[in-house]
């Protein structure tokens, strides 16, 4: 039975607290759990959760929707990096060195309320929004104007690419050398590069949006629906390459989520392997980026050599903005508050022109010249929870996630009463990365320069949606008239 609803405990969630009691244990009887026993906290904040927070419990029924990706990142966060950090202490990366262990305490206590507040935040939103959300089944079909999109958005797309890479020359020059890729991110921005970044994203949202459209024209059979939403996968893949996995990997979670709701819903089982197997692959790709090599250089036994357990440990504690990166923001300040003076740079640091007088103190400014001395890299992404902290102590976490837990259960709400596989797409995608990685400037780039085809969409949706009302109601007032 559950506190909050008092209906017994889904199988799925007594299954889910097994395994984190299970990882409780695992982290208590590891070797460096002595060292770091504040640690198990987190553990302890994911199980409570699932107890006695049903809206936040892993949905068996919806395996990939905005809830469950976030807790899915918590979880990785709390409960993976945690049990790593018993067996492997926690990783150096890029810091040039490893905060004290009181510092360490205070950004996992930092971490976990601003987690409990998220969770909290989005409980009380949920309970407040009650039964007003409808199953994307039991919801309309797409507005038929929008599918005079796909061609202008895909001239669109295939120009953004063009004006990025030059041609498909520059694009397999780019797609096969990582050094390359060095080479055009330390050059000065373009503004045909600077359009490209803009317009490139349209290509892939094109390909969505034909395949939303076609799902609702075609018949269900399963051999063409398999076919073309696997040519789909590979034509967002080659739009959406870039080094820069997320990039990547974003879009294919949407169609995943959009195919699971509308077309047949993927097993939890199968979610949870897939997951698996896209950490591993964009581990090894992580490797193969930093590499000097050629893609034709590339061997069995350079990918063999370079997978190593530290390694491994060092991206999902880099990857997950694990407790050393917010510890050392906090200890390296010591004590000093900004009191919101980064957070608006932070938010308007990618735009261009407009955040660039900004950029020296923002988050990522501050976090990255506490690293490397100067303020010419910025590569190391500012955790929300240590910039929040920075800014308005414990009141800034606290109020910063409860927000983020609010807009969250919007998203979800979106979600879920999506009428066609693309708007699904649209909010997965939205959702994704307002949660990950947990950074203010992160968020707000992929805001400014990949959802430019997700607003537009939308607008138009609105458009036509309103000038088919419009004409409806003057052919009502005509008929009307014409029987006086």
């Known amino acids: 039975m559950t506190a909050v609803t008092n209906r017994p405990m889904p199988r799925a969630t007594l299954w889910v607290l097994a395994i984190n009691a299970i990882a409780l244990i695992g982290f208590v009887c590891a070797p460096a759990a002595q ?21 936040c419990r892993i949905r068996v029924t919806a395996p990939v929707c905005p809830a469950n990706i976030a807790q899915g990142y918590y979880w990785i966060q709390l409960v993976l990096v945690t049990v790593l950090v018993g067996y492997f202490g926690f990783s150096q990366g890029a810091l040039p060195y490893l905060p004290s262990k009181g510092a360490i305490n205070l950004a996992i206590v930092v971490h976990v309320v601003g987690y409990l507040s998220f969770c909290i935040a989005y409980q009380c939103s949920s309970r407040v929004a009650g039964g007003r959300t409808l199953w994307s089944a039991e919801a309309s079909g ?34 096969s050398s990582p050094i390359e890729q060095r080479l055009r991110a330390e050059a000065a921005t373009t503004p045909q590069a600077a359009a490209g970044s803009f317009l490139k994203h349209f290509l892939g949202f094109a390909v969505v949006l034909a395949w939303s459209w076609w799902l609702g024209k075609a018949p269900r059979r399963k051999v063409s629906i398999i076919a073309v939403t696997a040519g789909v996968v590979i034509v967002l893949l080659v739009a959406n390459f870039n080094y820069n996995r997320g990039t990547m990997l974003g879009p294919l ?3 995943t989520a959009a195919f699971s709701v509308h077309v047949w819903r993927i097993p939890f089982k199968g979610v949870v392997l897939a997951g698996a197997l896209a950490l591993s692959l964009a581990f090894v790709f992580g490797l193969y980026r ?41 200890e390296s300040l010591e004590d000093e508050f900004f009191y919101g003076k980064t957070l608006l740079p932070s938010l308007v640091y ?16 501050i976090f990255n010249e506490l690293i490397y001395g100067d303020t010419n890299s910025l590569d190391q ?90 004409t409806g109601n003057r052919d009502q007032t005509a008929v009307k008239y014409s029987f006086r």
């Open 142 to 175: 797409s507005v038929p104007g929008t599918a005079y999109l796909i061609v202008p958005f895909a001239v669109l797309g295939v120009l953004g690419l063009l004006l990025t890479h030059g041609g498909p020359a520059g694009f397999i020059e780019y797609v």
């Open 350 to 365: 990618p735009v261009p022109v407009l955040g660039k007088p900004y950029r020296d103190i923002s988050g990522p400014g």
């Open 253 to 255: 979670v949407g169609l």
């Open 35 to 55: 060292e770091y026993p504040l640690a198990v906290v987190g553990i302890v904040a994911f199980l409570f959760v699932q107890a006695f927070l049903p809206a």
């Open 290 to 330: 930093s590499t000097n090599l050629d893609i034709t250089e590339l061997s069995a036994s350079a990918i063999a050599d370079a997978w190593n357990t530290e390694g491994v440990v060092d991206f999902m504690q880099i990857y997950a903005s694990a407790p050393p990166m917010s510890a050392y923001l906090i």
């Open 381 to 470: 992404i500012i955790p929300l929870d240590g910039e929040l902290y920075i800014n308005f102590h414990f009141a800034g976490v606290v109020l910063g996630y409860v927000l983020l837990g609010c807009f969250l259960a919007w998203l979800q709400r979106k979600f879920l009463a999506a009428p066609n596989p693309l708007e699904s797409y649209a909010w997965l995608m939205m959702a994704l990365w307002t949660v990950f990685p947990g950074s203010l400037a992160v968020t707000s780039q992929i805001y400014v320069y990949s959802f430019w085809p997700i607003y537009v969409y939308f607008v138009v949706k609105r458009f036509w949606s309103w000038s088919s009302a419009m």
